[in-house]
């Protein structure tokens, strides 16, 4: 098994983990992830239309 193999295992196993221990605690991670996410999304979408913008 080659090292990005493990990592995926690892990985896998402890949301796992996670999920079992604390599903709230998860939950809210994600959730917040998936918040900053959108942002970073959002804030990228609008450059690119105002650097569209700029060029026409």
Known sequence: MNAKSLLLVLVVLFVGF???QD?????????????????LM????????RFVDELV
Request: avoid cysteine; charged fraction near 10%; proline fraction near 4%.
């Open 18 to 20: 996670y999920m079992v």
């Open 23 to 39: 599903p709230r605690g998860l939950a809210d991670t994600a959730g917040a992830a998936m918040a900053g996410l959108w942002q």
């Open 42 to 49: 959002a804030q990228f979408f609008e450059a690119t239309i």
